[in-house]
């Protein structure tokens, strides 16, 4: 089973920058699908990006229409990480960030239930 935990969260102003991180451990995540969802007060947990392996070196992403542009789903496979670099911030992102993953080569997920593990460690990020 694999155990992810969060870090990075934190308080910018409007038009600025945070950069989340997602580590794993207790097994090579390098083949998984990896995912960032988020939920905001009152709202439902909400698909932000998501990244998979599609064979050798290439992995391919996706993202919210929300966040398309100003986000990244950066993964280093040496550290076992996921990073999401989120740039230009807005108070509409605003929300609770967790990092997911499920053992699935080649495909996405979008929705929380297309994942099985979820990180330990969810992060505030306020753009105010």
């Known amino acids: 089973q694999v155990h992810l935990v969060e870090s990075g969260g934190g308080l910018v102003q409007a038009g600025g920058s945070l950069r989340l991180s997602c580590v794993a451990s207790?097994?090579?995540?390098?083949?998984?699908?990896i995912g960032w969802f988020r939920q905001a007060p009152g709202k439902d947990r909400e698909f932000v990006a998501a990244?998979?392996?599609?064979?050798?070196?290439?992995?391919?992403?996706d993202y919210a229409d929300s966040v398309r542009g100003r986000f990244t789903i950066i993964r280093d496979n040496a550290k076992n990480t996921v990073y999401l670099q989120m740039d230009s911030l807005k108070p509409d992102d605003t929300a609770v960030y967790y990092c997911?993953?499920?053992?699935?080569?080649?495909?996405?997920?979008?929705?929380?239930?297309?994942?099985?593990?979820w990180g330990q460690g969810p992060q505030d990020a306020v753009a105010s």
């Open positions: 997911t993953a499920e053992d699935r080569p080649y495909g996405l997920g979008y929705r929380p239930n297309d994942f099985g593990s």
């Open positions: 207790g097994r090579t995540v390098s083949g998984y699908a």
């Open positions: 990244v998979s392996w599609s064979g050798g070196s290439v992995y391919r992403a």
